[in-house]
């Protein structure tokens, strides 16, 4: 059995420069993440290691504690990121997307 991996993925347009005879394009990842907060992500893990007991006295300690503290949100996903370069032609067969569009690429190894 042959296993072959592959990734159709959507992408958006970030940046487009067009020289004339070249466009490159810069895409990302097209997936929405929403961002977690520090606070939330402290909570979660010191819940996961406490007895009910414990987590019953420790809890609001922590969430009194943490309350003070500034909120950081942070991104849980790493995008991945893409720079391709083509000739003109191929660009504007491709329809001519512009920043903001979302394109399919099938990336596997063959």
Known sequence: MNDILSAT?????TQLVD???MVQLTLIENVSTEPISQKQMIL??????LDAETK???MP????????QPTVNIKSYQQT????????ARYENMGR???G????????KL
């Open 9 to 13: 993925d959507e992408f958006k347009i």
């Open 19 to 21: 020289n004339g005879q």
């Open 44 to 49: 979660e893990n010191v819940s996961k290691k």
């Open 56 to 58: 019953e006295q420790v």
């Open 61 to 68: 300690l922590l969430e009194a504690i943490l309350q003070a």
């Open 81 to 88: 990121q893409i720079t391709i370069a083509m000739p003109r």
């Open 97 to 99: 997307p512009q920043v």
């Open 101 to 108: 569009n979302i394109i399919g690429i099938n990336l596997k």
